[in-house]
């Protein structure tokens, strides 16, 4: 649960508070506010929309393995966890090179003064046997 959470009141007002309150973490933790909100905002549709997700979650359709997958890593951010993404993308995302998404996955073991998070890392083919401008070699059997 994010402990910043502005107070609850409606409309404009909840939504100018809420900005103001992330804003405000964001300086404290020298992260990107607005990633730090893109962060938020996907944990708050998962509390929401949580029927909608049980039922999801429950269904054994292959097609929705995927869609699975995600959401489960998205119930089991905390709100660290979370922070912790937004710290690793202010610190080394590289668009093009690394990426990190704003449901990376965290693990934290809590005995290191840091987690490793999930990241999208570029790997060229250029000058390897994976390259796609070079023809690929004849194999012979």
Do not use: C
């Not at 964001?26 to 990107?32: H, I, K, S």
């Not at 690793?88 to 998404?101: M, S």
């Amino acid at each position: 649960m994010n402990t910043h959470a502005a107070p609850m009141i409606t409309g404009a007002k909840q939504s100018r508070a809420v900005a103001q309150t992330n804003t405000q973490r964001a300086q404290e933790l020298g992260v990107d506010p607005d990633f730090l909100a893109s962060v938020y905002e996907d944990a708050r549709t998962v509390q929401v929309n949580g029927a909608e997700i049980r039922a999801i979650l429950a269904t054994r359709s292959s097609e929705l393995k995927d869609l699975r997958d995600r959401l489960r890593t998205q119930l089991a951010n905390t709100a660290r966890d979370r922070e912790v993404v937004a710290l690793a993308h202010t610190l080394f995302d590289d668009e093009g090179e690394t990426e990190i998404d704003p449901t990376a996955s965290v693990s934290d073991t809590g005995g290191e003064n840091g987690a490793y998070v999930q990241a999208w890392l570029w790997v060229s083919f250029d000058g390897t046997p994976l390259d796609r401008a070079q023809p690929a070699p004849q194999r012979t059997h």
